[in-house]
């Protein structure tokens, strides 16, 4: 929950993680999620008007995620969303979460405007898109098969790493050397991703090496999964910039927390075009991002299609 001004001042932004609530299953159970999100929202609104020194006669736009998502999930936010916007006669507008992440740059740099380049990187998306003004998106590039999240996630399971993935093959790879077990380094023509071959070459290197790894084997592996993945997002994301120059390159989403992604990111983007990567707070889901994706939606009348994609 969150308030936001004009779409670009953050008066708010609470977060109230489900990281505890599905460790023990070592992934997100969808129905535990969606009881969370019920039982969790009225006092995190309480918490976000407070934080915001807001009165519900303040709010004049409530935005909320139509998709992509887990539907049980995006039903009980939609639900809620309608109910605010009855009882307090606030209009409602229905935000597209990708869009969102892309938003979460325009928090973090309030002088950023598109047309822009965007990689998106989260649990279920690696899209490379080009917005050409607000509310507007084009798929220059997707993965055919895991996203970047995922493939993270999965292989931090291998690695005996828990829940949840990414973060903690992200401390781990810190203390290893990627050159000690290299992986191979996907590769597809044009501007399509793929990370499930890379996945497998990690299965198959753990059953090669036979037995648990040593703790820097298990470093080395994470350091060389983790960078066979930021390299090709990042030859993707160079590619999309040599054939479309632009001013302005955004990546988001909670990939984008990645401590080696945000290094490199910064090096390959060098001084072809300005890069803005959110703070990590704005990276991973939040709900600021939401309000100020759903506040230039309305504002330039773009219509979310729920039916997932970039649906606009
Ligand atoms: O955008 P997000 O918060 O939720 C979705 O919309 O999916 O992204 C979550 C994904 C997860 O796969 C998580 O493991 C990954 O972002 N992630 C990271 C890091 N922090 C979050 N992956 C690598 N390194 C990180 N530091
Ligand atoms: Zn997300």
């Known amino acids: 929950m969150a308030v936001v001004e004009a ?21 997100v159970v969808p129905e535990l999620a969606a009881r969370d999100h019920l039982e969790r929202l009225p006092h995190l609104l309480e ?20 998709g992509p998502g887990l539907a049980g999930c995006l039903l009980v936010g939609t639900g809620v969303a309608e109910g605010l916007s009855a009882a307090w006669s606030a209009d409602l507008t229905g935000v597209n979460h990708l869009w969102g992440h892309i938003y979460a740059a325009l928090l973090a740099r309030l002088d950023l405007e598109p047309p822009l380049l965007g990689l998106v990187v989260s649990g279920a998306h690696s899209d490379l898109v080009r917005m050409s003004e607000h509310g507007r998106f084009e798929v220059l590039g997707r993965t055919r098969d895991d996203a970047a999240g995922e493939a993270f996630d999965k292989a931090a399971r291998m690695l005996g790493l828990g829940y949840p993935g990414g973060p903690a093959l992200d401390r781990l790879a810190r203390t290893g050397d990627p050159r000690r077990q290299r992986l191979p380094r996907p590769s597809l023509p044009g501007l399509e991703y793929s ?44 590619a999309a910039l040599d054939g479309e120059p632009g001013d302005e390159v955004v990546v988001c989403g909670g990939v984008a927390a990645n401590t080696l992604l945000r290094r490199r990111a910064a090096e390959v983007v060098g001084d072809r075009a300005r890069l803005t990567m959110p703070p990590l707070d704005l990276c991973t889901d939040n709900a600021a991002m939401i309000a100020a994706a759903g506040f230039f939606g309305r504002q330039h009348s773009a219509t979310v299609d729920p039916s997932l994609g970039w649906g606009a």
């Open 195 to 238: 990370f499930s071959g890379l996945k497998t070459a990690l299965l198959y290197r753990l059953r090669d090496l036979g037995g648990e790894p040593d703790e820097q084997t298990r470093a080395d592996l994470a350091a060389a999964f983790e960078a066979s993945v930021v390299e090709s997002l990042l030859e993707k994301l160079e």
């Open 7 to 27: 779409g670009r001042r953050v008066l708010s932004n609470v977060i109230h993680s489900q990281v505890e609530l599905h460790a023990g299953f070592g992934g």
């Open 47 to 66: 918490l976000a008007l407070e934080g915001a020194a807001a009165k519900p006669a303040d709010v004049d736009l409530i935005a909320v995620t139509r």
